[in-house]
Each structure stands twice: as C-alpha cells, then as structure tokens.
C-alpha cells in the first residue's frame, strides 16, 4: 500500500566553504625625471604583476614621459621641491592596490624574482597573523658596478602595504615610516644599477645629492649621518678633491661618538679601511679601525676578512685564521647582511686562507682553500706551489700518482698552458717525480720549443 511505502531518506553531503582568495593588487609607483635609458626596464619587470603602475615625473626634458605612457603607465606632474618624500608620498596617495612596490627606475627584480613577489604576498594575505601585523617586505637590495656584478649588499623596505600610516620621511635619503613588524624575505634581491659611476655620470645625481645634503647640513653641522650621506655622494664623483673631504667627513662621523645608522658607520669604516690598507706609514692606525670595525659589526664579512688579512701582516697567524674561518662562515649563510668587497671577491678570502693556514702548519685547509681558488682560476700560479708543497708535508703525504690524478681534474694535460703552468709550479715545489710525469705529456714539438726557451 501506497501508505506503508518507505521513503528513501537521501542526505546532501555537507557544503563545503571554499575560501576564494582575493587576487593580490601591486601598486608599483615611481618618481623620476630624465629617466629614459631606464624607464623602460623599469616597468617591464612588473608588467605582468601590476596591479597599476603609476610613474610621478618631476621635470624631465627627455623621452621618459612619453616611454612610459607608450607603455600604460599612469602619469603624474609634480613640482620638484627639493624633497624626495614628498615627492614619494604624492605618489603614493594616487595608488589603489592592497600593496605598493616603490622602485626607483634604476632598479628591478628579475623576472623569476617578480613571480616569486606574489607567492610571496599570497602567503601573507593567507595567514592571519601576518595579514595583522606584517606592514612591509625587507629584502637585499644589491648594488651592481659599471661591469654588472654586484659591490655592496645592504636591505631594504620597498614594498609595503597601501595603508595612511606608511609613509616616507626626510628630504634626501628618506626611509619609510614603519611601526610594525616587516616581513623578512632573503630569497628576493631588488637590483640597482644606480650607483655607477656612468649612472652619475649620465645623470648628475651625485651633484644634486651634494648640494642638497650641504643644505641640511646648515642646519645639523655637527649630525654625523648627515656627514656620511655627503661623503659617500663625493666618494663616487672620483675626484681627489672630493675624495680628501669624503675621508675627512668619514674620520669626523666615527670620532663623533654619536648613534648612527648601523649601514652608514659599516660603510664609514670600509671606506677609511680600504683607503689606508696598504699604506705601511698607516698600519697601526689601520689594525685599530679593522679592530674597531670587527667588533662593532662581527657579521659583517668585510671586517672578519680585513681584521684576519692585517693579523697576518702583523704575524699574528692564529688569530688571523679565527677571523677568516668567520668571514667564510658568514658567507655560508643565505643572507649576507652587509658587504661591500668580500661577497663578490671571495677567492681573495680563499687565497689569504692559504697562506694563513700554511704558517700555521694546516696542510689539510692549504689544500682545500687552494682547491677552491684553484677551481675558479687554475692559473694562480701562487697558490699551486704551496698547494703541491702542502701534498708532501709530514703527516699528509701523498703519492706523486695520486697528486697527478687530482691535478688532471682541474688541469687539461693536452693543453699548452695547462701543462707550463703545473710544470713552474711543480719545480717550485722541488718535486722531480711530479716534473716527469708532467714532462711525458709533453710532445716533442713542444719539448723543443721547452729546450729552447731560458728558465
């Protein structure tokens, strides 16, 4: 009967929230005038990322306007004032994105660098925690030189959220106004290129840096940073005038006592370091500032290596080699926070280990620090002679076959130069077997024209 009829019960599997989350919208903003060697680059980076890219002109009497207009950037005019913040706020005011990348148009991030900037972001606006409380992205920001290899690393705020509170301060040298947390993301590194000497050449920004910083000088003729701001813009001019006044600015920043910028006293330190390093007449004056240096700013890579290099000057080899295993530990890291030499010339630290390591009798270090330079130029004819002596030293002797075997896998025994280059080293190192067998590989042509050319 149609009354004892059971229905079958049918039950709706739970509706499941799904979070959609909100497309990620950057504002990339910049100031400029007479930028058109770099506008474009500029803009190509974020081109696929951008929410909006909205580029403040102020002034310019090149093509930079109209580069930037070709390619759908939203153009602003404003009057030059001689103050980059208010420059920069401006700019800002006009953004409608949820975060702002503020690049100058002499800097970029990479393309696999720009799509790491929304993984990035995305992971941020997910976790609630970070969405409270982390306002901006600290990164590298590394400095290239005139042949595109980067000579200082330092961080940077860039990129931050679109919110009233964030905003820049100081007419020249501005930072960020920022009261919470930032979010620290090593594996980004912002490139900038402006520091060259053909960028201020090609612009006179060091000029103009000059003259603005001397304005506020009047004011604070006793502010140390202030000094140091202005000595590093006469630094890059390269003229011997500027130069002396750069040395003198820096002397007076650090006898000043006063708090200063952790970056700005690292460079002040680096700069008077380098200068006097290889002037004897200076050598104790400057042990004293490497000294100073090492124990204010122990991570920074720079002091362990030049602190170590004048310890073994002055025959100190163990405590030289104390600093230089640091220095190469700092750079094991994945983040370097500061270095204006050694991280882009760490064969140098290499090359001073092994002289350090063989006054010290540490055979097994010799070899491996001189594999190392060895590996990146074979041709470093100072380090294959205490690397072949190092074989042969009591307690870590080696065969000659075993030697030969290990050379044939930095050294090409069929080429020409390979061969002269182990062969001088092996006779520096006063092993015959090792010359002979270098000898077989020669061919007669070449044994001939050998004979024939004076030791």
């Known amino acids: 009967m149609a009354g004892n009829k059971k229905h079958r019960q049918y039950h709706r599997p739970p509706v499941q929230k799904v979070s959609i989350q909100r497309p990620i919208r950057i504002s990339q903003c910049m ?77 970029y991030l990479s393309d696999t660098d720009a799509k790491k900037l929304i993984i990035i972001l995305r992971k941020i606006e997910a976790d609630p925690q970070y969405r409270k409380i982390k306002t901006a992205i600290t990164c590298p920001w590394a400095q290239l ?86 000595a590093d813009s006469l630094g890059v001019t390269g003229e011997l005038q500027n130069l002396v006044e750069a040395e003198i600015l820096y002397r007076d920043a650090l006898a000043s006592g006063q708090v200063m910028l952790s970056e700005l006293k690292q460079r002040a330190y680096n700069y008077l370091i380098t200068a006097y390093f290889d002037k004897e007449e200076l050598n104790s004056e400057n042990l004293e500032l490497c000294r100073r240096a090492y124990e204010e700013f122990p991570e920074n890579p720079d002091f362990c290596y030049y602190y170590g290099r004048k310890l073994h000057i002055e025959g100190n080899y163990l405590a030289a080699w104390e600093k230089l295993t640091a220095c190469e530990n700092l750079l094991k890291r994945d983040r370097v926070e500061i270095s204006g030499y050694i991280i882009s010339h760490a064969l140098m630290l290499f090359f001073q280990m092994v002289l350090t390591a063989e006054e010290l009798g540490k055979m097994p270090e010799v070899i491996r620090c001189a594999t190392l330079v060895l590996k ?58 090792l010359v002979g067998k270098v000898l077989l590989t020669f061919n007669s042509e070449e044994l001939a024209w050998l004979t024939a050319v004076p030791e």
């Open 376 to 433: 990146e130029d074979k041709y470093q004819y100072l380090i294959l002679a205490p690397y072949l002596q190092a074989f042969k030293r009591e307690g870590y002797e080696t065969s000659d076959d075993e030697i030969y075997s290990l050379l044939g896998k930095i050294y090409d025994f069929s080429n020409l130069k390979d061969k002269l280059t182990v062969l001088r080293a092996a006779k520096e190192a006063c092993n015959t077997e």
């Open 145 to 230: 030189d005139d042949d595109g290899k980067p000579f200082l690393v330092l961080t940077q705020n860039r990129i931050f959220r679109n919110t009233p509170e964030i905003r820049y301060k100081g007419s020249i040298h501005e930072g960020l106004i920022l009261s919470e947390p930032c979010f620290d993301v090593p594996e980004l590194s912002i490139i900038h290129t402006g520091y060259t000497k053909s960028a201020y050449a090609d612009t006179g920004k060091a000029g103009r840096n000059i003259d603005l910083i001397r304005e506020e000088l009047k004011g604070r003729p006793e502010d140390a940073n202030l000094k140091c701001y202005l």
């Open 31 to 107: 100031i400029v005038k007479n930028e058109e060697k770099n506008i474009k680059r500029a803009l190509l980076w974020a081109k696929e990322i951008a929410f909006e890219q909205i580029v403040v002109d102020t002034g310019s009497t090149d093509r930079t306007v109209e580069i930037a207009e070709s390619m759908g950037a939203k153009i602003y005019h404003f009057e030059w004032v001689n103050d980059f913040s208010a420059a920069k706020n401006y700019a800002i005011e006009q953004a409608k994105g949820d975060w702002i990348a503020f690049l100058d148009a002499d800097e």
